[in-house]
């Protein structure tokens, strides 16, 4: 096995017919860092800021901050990082920063916490722009964007942020932004939220869980969390190619990227890039090394005719079979 992952580390993924579609890794922990660069990522789709936040007992300094985001750009540079704001609430605790309330998957959590307190964002953003000095392979994604409102006030702190900093003598290029498609409201908007932003990133785990109005976390609905119900693939699709229509490149960085049928899936519906857990990254790309990208297109149009989750998972298993 160790000799396999080696052999597939530096090839790239690319489909028999020549289709190439980067593979990303989420990271949180520096470990995963390491990690991933075992297994060829070609960048980083998702760093989860929260992750070193729930490893303190105060919210980190600013320079803190810095320090620990510089460790990441460096580690993968000149390869891009995607620092996504911190995204606290629903099931992610701060014990410093205790949020209680009856259904926090609807409540404070992501954007609408640190809109709310824009020092906690523009000391982060802070942060991630001077770490990014000198290597200026930075990119900012927001997450849990249920409105164009919400962006436009996330730029605006952002680029204050960013212009602050200049002043001050810093040399740093303005990074990417980009948001996170995973409030069904956002599949409905991606024209409008796209317009105003460099990339979009669809986090299937909430979408999926929204769109179906099942708790991603909640063992006793845990069979009706379908990550191939019609209606997620559907929307999967419907955004794919919106973002297509405007230009802008859209990749997912939810679990379902990181599972081979999900994989070629999504690489059949358009998807630019994928971001996953660097554990899944050389099965999925040997897969995708595996098919034509006219053959997952042929899938997904099969695919998104059939009503039913278990029906299309196993469909999707056998085709994958038949093809190599
Ligand atoms: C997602 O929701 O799919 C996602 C990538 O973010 P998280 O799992 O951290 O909520
Ligand atoms: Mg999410």
New binding site residues.
């Given amino acids: 096995l160790q000799k396999d992952l080696e052999g597939l580390r530096n090839l790239p993924a690319e489909t028999s017919d020549g289709h190439r579609i980067p593979l990303w890794v ?1 990271t949180g922990l520096i470990t995963d860092a390491v990690r991933s660069l075992e297994r060829g990522a070609e960048g980083v789709g ?1 760093y ?1 800021t929260e992750v070193p936040f729930m490893m303190q007992d105060r919210f980190p300094s600013e320079s803190e901050q810095q320090n620990i985001y510089r460790i990441q750009l460096e580690t993968f540079a000149p390869a891009p990082v995607t620092m ?1 704001t911190l ?1 606290i609430g ?1 099931d ?1 605790a701060l014990t410093y920063f205790p949020i209680s309330e009856a259904n926090p998957f609807l409540g404070w959590r992501g954007i609408r916490v640190t809109l709310d307190h824009p020092e906690i964002f523009l000391v982060q953003v802070r942060a991630m722009m001077k770490a990014s000095e000198g290597l200026n392979n930075l990119r900012i994604m927001l ?1 849990m964007i249920t409105s164009v409102g919400e962006v436009d006030e996330a730029l605006h702190l952002v680029y204050r942020a960013h212009a602050e900093l200049l002043e001050d003598g810093y040399k740093i290029e303005m990074p990417q932004v980009g948001v ?1 498609i ?1 409030v069904p409201a956002a599949v409905y908007q991606i024209r409008d939220l796209g317009q105003r932003v460099d990339f979009l990133s ?6 999926t869980q929204y769109l179906l109005a099942v708790d991603r976390n909640n063992p006793r609905v845990a069979d009706l969390y379908q990550a191939f119900h019609p209606a997620v693939l559907n929307a999967l699709k419907m955004i794919a190619d919106a973002a297509s229509s405007i230009g802008k490149p859209v990749s997912v ?3 379902l990227a990181g599972n081979p049928l999900g994989a070629v899936l999504l690489m059949g519906m358009g998807y630019d890039m994928l971001s996953m857990n660097a554990t899944n990254l050389p099965k999925v790309k040997s897969v995708i090394r595996g098919v034509s990208q006219q053959w997952a297109e042929t899938l997904v149009d099969d695919v998104l005719r059939i009503d039913s989750a278990p029906v299309i998972a196993s469909m999707v298993q056998l085709a994958l079979e038949k093809a190599g």
């Fill in positions: 989420n998702l989860r996504r995204d629903g992610k997450p996170m995973e669809v986090g299937s785990n909430d979408l960085c939810g679990e």
